[in-house]
């Protein structure tokens, strides 16, 4: 069984940093694109960023020069470094990957559970 396990999250004042770590774990034999995405209460879950296993990113127009997404493949993880964050970052992060399973080589989308990251005015 493979899954996503989050930390990191919470609240920060406008201007403020966090960030966000997420690590795979379970019978993995590689991991292409990782990224992260959030939901705000009441919309739909939207791209934060993504990365490839060779290291390309991309951003939503909303947090470029601000979130910078980066990756371990060593450690399976991937990491969300938020910085000059607005009110309307508020949203419950999901980190997510796209996972070969060993040993069948099967293909699948996994979501890591969730965290919520409050920014006040």
């Known amino acids: 069984q493979v899954q996503l396990v989050q930390s990191g999250g919470g609240l920060v004042q406008a201007g403020g940093s966090l960030r966000l770590s997420c690590a795979a774990s379970g019978s993995i034999f590689s991991i292409n694109a990782m990224g992260w995405y959030r939901q705000a209460p009441g919309k739909q879950r939207e791209l934060v960023a993504t990365?490839?296993?060779?290291?390309?990113?991309n951003y939503a127009d909303s947090v470029k020069g601000r979130f910078t997404i980066s990756r371990d493949n060593a450690k399976n993880a991937v990491y969300l470094q938020m910085n000059s964050l607005k009110p309307e970052d508020t949203a419950v992060y999901y980190c997510?990957?796209?996972?070969?399973?060993?040993?069948?080589?099967?293909?699948?989308?996994?979501w890591g559970q969730g965290t919520l990251v409050t920014v006040s005015s």
């Open positions: 990365t490839t296993s060779g290291g390309l990113t």
């Open positions: 997510n990957a796209m996972i070969v399973a060993a040993p069948d080589y099967r293909y699948f989308e996994v």
